[in-house]
């Protein structure tokens, strides 16, 4: 299972992006809708990369593993710019 480690990172360093270009990006007030479209793009991309692994065993677990992540990492994103 350690190379599933590399798709579930994946997703979590690109929630990070997110959070990070929509700190600096983003308008005054618009901040929780990109917040929302990045976590929206984590899950489809979540959702790719787990179904391309080709393994049935533990697909639930890497994808929970995955979307949980992005989402703990989006709402310290979401505290610290609204701050």
């Not at 599933?4 to 992006?17: E, G, S, Y």
């Not at 917040?35 to 692994?53: D, R």
Request: aromatic share 6%.
């Amino acid at each position: 299972m350690s190379w599933h480690w590399k798709t579930i990172a994946t997703v979590w360093v690109l929630a990070i992006a997110g959070a990070i270009l929509t700190a600096i990006l983003a308008t005054d007030g618009s901040e929780i809708s990109w917040i929302g479209l990045t976590l929206a793009v984590c899950t489809l991309v979540t959702l790719g990369l787990q179904i391309a692994t080709r393994t049935k065993e533990g697909y639930v677990k890497r994808v929970t593993m995955s979307i949980t992540g992005a989402i703990v990492i989006l709402v310290v994103a979401t505290i610290v710019v609204s701050i």
